[in-house]
C-alpha cells in the first residue's frame, strides 16, 4: 500500500472511527509489512492523546480511590492468590461478649515474589491454617457469632458441641441408672431391713406371748 | 519520580506506587470517561476500573517506549467508550472477558511512538489548547464524534448526512494540519 494512503488510515484509526473492515486491514499491514509508517502511527496516537487538554479538568470523588483499594484487594482474597497460604495472620479482634472473642484473619500485604510460589492445594493450606489458629479462640464462644467470620470454625465448634452432647446424655444416662440402683436398692435394702426388724418383732411378741401363756398355766 | 519509573513500581506491586499514579492521573482521566459517558457517578466507577485494569495488565504495557501519558488515555477512552456502548447496546457486545480487554481495551502503540510524559503535557497545555481552538466548529465536531462518541466514518457519514469519503477527507485534514500546529506548539 502507499505510504501516504497508509498515513490517510493511520489518521482514522488512531481516532477509533476506521469502519471495522478496513481496520482489520490496516492491522494486517501493520504487522506484516515491513516499511510501515510506525513513526508516523505513534505521532498520531500522541496526537489524539494530546485531544482531552482541551477539557476542563475535573476532580473525582475521594471515594474512588478507596473504590479502587477495595477492588484491587478483592483481587488479592481470590482463592488462587498465593499470598493466602503463605501467610495467614491474626490481625484484629472483635470483642463479643465478656469471655468472648472471635479472630479475623487478614492477609498481609502481598509481595511479587508471593506470585511465584503458586500451590496446587492452597485450600487444603488455607483450611490448615484456619485450624491451627483455632486454638487460639476461647472456648466459650458462642457458634452462631462465629460462623459470621470462620464458618469452617463454626461447624467444628457445633460438631463438637454435638459430640459434647451425645456424651453427656450417656453419662446423664449412667447416672440416672447408677442414681436409680442406688436409690432402688438402698430402698429395698431398707425395706428388708424394716420387714426383717418387723419380723424379729413379731418373733420376739409371740415368743413373749408363749412364755406369757406357759406362766399363767403354771400359776 | 517520572511517570515510567512510577509504572515500573507498579509492575512490582507497589500499590503505593498506583496510588501515586492514581494522584497525577485521575483528574485528566476522570474528565475524559465523563465526557464520554456524561454520568458522574458512572464515569468514577470506570475511573476505578481502569485503575484496576492497569494494576492487572501492567505486564502489557511497553518500558522500551515508556509511554504512560497515551498509553493511559487511550486505556481510559477505549475502557469508557467500551462501557457507553454496553450500556447502549446490551446484548450486542461481545463477551467481557480477559481476551476481549486484552484485544480492546488494553491500547497498542507503535513500536517507535515517543515517550510522553504529563507532566511536560501539562507545561504545554496552552499552547496544545490553543491549537485544538483553532479548528473549525465542523473539524471539533467531526473529531468529537470520533473520539468521545466512539462512531464510525460510516456512522458520522450518516448522523451528518454527508458523503463517507467527506468524513474521511475531513479528518485527515484536521489530524494533519492539527499535527503541524501541535508539533510547532511543543518544540
Redo the contacts between chains.
Sequence with gaps: MDRNKSIDLIKSYVLGCLNPEVEKGLKSLMEDTENFPSQELGQYQNLVAMLPLNLSLETPGAEVKANISRKISELRAEPESPKQVEEVVISDQILLDDDEQVFIYESPQETPEMFEEVSENAEVLIEENIAAKETLTPLKRKAEKIEKVMPKTAEEHKRGNKMRDVLDKEEFEKMIKEYIDAYYLKMFEDMREESKKTFYIAIAGAALAFIAFILALIV | MTDGEVMLKVA??D?QA??EL?ERY???L???I??ILDNREL???V???V??II??KIEKFDFK?N?V??WL??LA?NKA?DVFKRNNNPGLMPEYNDDYVNEFII?K??????P?ELEK??SK?TG??DA??KLTDAQKYV?D???YH?????D?AKKLNIPAPTV?SK??VT??N??KK?ATEIN
Excluded at chain 2, 109 to 114: D, E, K, R
Excluded at chain 2, 150 to 154: F, N, P, S, T, V
Design positions: 512490582g506491586y500499590s498506583l496510588e492514581y485521575s483528574q485528566l476522570f474528565t475524559l465523563n465526557k464515569a468514577e466507577e475511573l476505578s476500573d485503575f484496576v494494576w492487572q517506549t509511554n501519558y497515551t488515555v487511550l477512552r467508550l491500547p502503540l507503535s513500536g517507535s511512538i515517543a510522553l503535557i501539562l497545555k496544545i489548547a485544538l481552538n473529531i464524534l470520533a473520539f466512539g462512531l464510525k466514518e460510516d458520522i474521511k479528518i485527515q489530524l494533519g492539527l499535527y501541535i
